[in-house]
């Protein structure tokens, strides 16, 4: 199997010395193999950088990244929510840590806000598992375009925080 790089150049050991092993593999990572069009790969990491960079200011970043994800040729719904959530947890374990390093808090009485989080992650990812792809596409986007005009809507909604 012959590749070649974005470019066009082949990739081949006398071509470019050193990456003729890169070249066999692994199977389908360069272009011609994927299926994945350049510019989609160009989108998606565009939307992926603004995705993050919304998401560490004021929060809300999965609603540009699901959609740019959905977009993926044969990607089912549930592994576009996969990979969207993946990027969430992240996001949200390494401000869990310095929240913890910079803030004196206290573990305890957050122990049972996590149960009740995992309790409905585990729940929803179940859900989203059950349906079947066509009824679940147009659910996320309904959903995304909910949230989109409450946000508008409500800009303010959740800067004062109440005990």
């Known amino acids: ?61 999965g609603l ?7 977009m993926l040729p044969g990607i089912t719904p549930v592994q ?3 990979v969207n959530k993946c990027g969430s947890v992240c996001g949200t374990a390494v ?12 573990i305890r009485p957050a122990l049972p806000m996590a149960a009740v989080a995992f309790a409905g992650s585990f729940g929803g990812a179940s859900l989203a598992a059950a349906l079947p792809t066509a009824v679940f596409k147009p659910v996320i986007l309904a959903a995304l375009v909910g949230v989109l005009i409450f946000t508008v ?6 800067r004062v925080s109440r005990p």
């Open 95 to 106: 401000s869990t840590v310095t929240f913890h390093r910079r803030t004196p808090a206290r």
């Open 1 to 61: 199997m012959s590749a070649s790089s974005a470019l066009g150049l082949p990739l081949t050991a006398g071509a470019l010395p050193g990456l003729g092993a890169l070249a066999a593999w692994p199977p389908g990572l360069w272009w011609p193999e994927t299926g994945v069009e350049p510019w989609l790969v160009a989108l998606l990491l565009l939307g992926g950088f603004a995705a993050g960079w919304i998401d560490a200011v004021v929060g809300g970043g």
């Open 80 to 82: 576009a929510l996969a």
């Open 153 to 158: 809507a409500r800009p303010q909604a959740g």
């Open 64 to 70: 540009i990244q699901l959609p740019l994800v959905l």
